[in-house]
């Protein structure tokens, strides 16, 4: 019988003591178990030294660049990422063995995966299968440069798994909101004015309809045609949430685009100050 190729399971995470004990546990099943922490200040790498083989520290520049440097890391041909809000189920424990077992020419697999939202599964609205391409061989995949929402791209074929990853993507309001409108539209905007540069466009170009017709798109799309509305009052606040991350994201481009320094308003109470001393 062919020998079991191992796994790395990677986790990258930064200040997420109230979460990652049980994605610890989901994954300790690994041949090796890394942690990978951006200099943690609240109990998190003491939770983690319960559970992993290895624990990394790095500073965090983006979710794609310190994942690209974790990767390498790892002392199997296999590795697997998981984020500290997702958990491995034993169907997809079993199913990831199956593959390493296998002699499949894939280099790659995405896998599906199922949302919660405040206490209950979103299956509509663009929310499922929500493929993400988590188990590789260490060489032959990396996450694309991207500030965020970075795919992975393989050297090969890719296949698909049918047991899903569990993604407590929504715990809280206020854990969303901070998470999807306040952090992820800043590295969204950034992306699109990088992106706009590149190749010789004007980051606020259509500015005007982004703001007003991108946003209201985003709600019928995600609502009406995705079926949001199956998911009650879940699928309105999430598709609210979606139409605000882009509103968000583009208000944020035409702030950076403005000819302001970091302390504008130091620096204008200092100027009215001396215009009117100098009455």
């Not at 990258?12 to 951006?38: H, M, Q």
């Not at 390498?72 to 593959?99: F, G, K, N, S, Y």
């Not at 929500?130 to 074929?157: N, P, S």
């Not at 139409?243 to 970091?262: D, K």
Request: net charge neutral; charged share 25%.
């Amino acid at each position: 019988m062919m020998q079991k190729r191992k796994l790395s399971i990677i986790i990258p995470t930064g200040n997420r003591v109230d979460i990652i004990e049980d994605c610890l546990k989901s994954c300790r099943w690994a041949d090796e178990l890394i942690v990978v922490d951006s200099f943690s200040t609240d109990g998190t790498l003491d939770v983690a030294r319960q559970y992993a083989d290895r624990i990394l520290q790095h500073e965090y520049i983006n979710s794609a660049s310190q994942k690209n440097w974790a990767i390498p890391q790892a002392a199997h041909e296999w590795v697997m990422i998981v984020d500290t809000d997702e958990r491995i189920t034993d169907e997809l424990r079993q199913e990831v063995c199956q593959v390493l077992n296998s002699d499949s020419s894939d280099v790659g697999y995405r896998i599906p995966r199922i949302n919660y939202m405040l206490g209950k599964s979103i299956m509509n609205g663009g929310y499922y299968p929500d493929y993400q391409t988590r188990l590789f061989k260490r060489d032959q995949g990396r996450y694309e440069l991207r500030c965020v929402h970075a795919h992975v791209l393989l050297d090969g074929l890719c296949g698909t798994l049918q047991s899903p990853l569990i993604h407590y993507a929504h715990r809280s309001i206020d854990q969303t909101t901070n998470n999807l409108l306040i952090l992820m539209t800043r590295w969204e905007a950034e992306q699109r004015v990088h992106e706009a540069i590149q190749i010789g466009k004007s980051p606020t170009s259509h500015l005007l309809i982004n703001l007003l017709l991108r946003p209201a798109a985003a709600f019928i799309l995600r609502y009406f045609r995705l079926g949001g509305w199956r998911e009650g009052y879940r699928g309105i606040v999430l598709s609210l949430l979606w139409a605000m991350y882009i509103c968000i994201t583009y208000m944020r481009v035409w702030e950076n685009r403005l000819p302001l320094s970091e302390k504008w308003w130091h620096e204008s109470w200092t100027d009215l100050n001396e215009h009117d001393n100098g009455k």
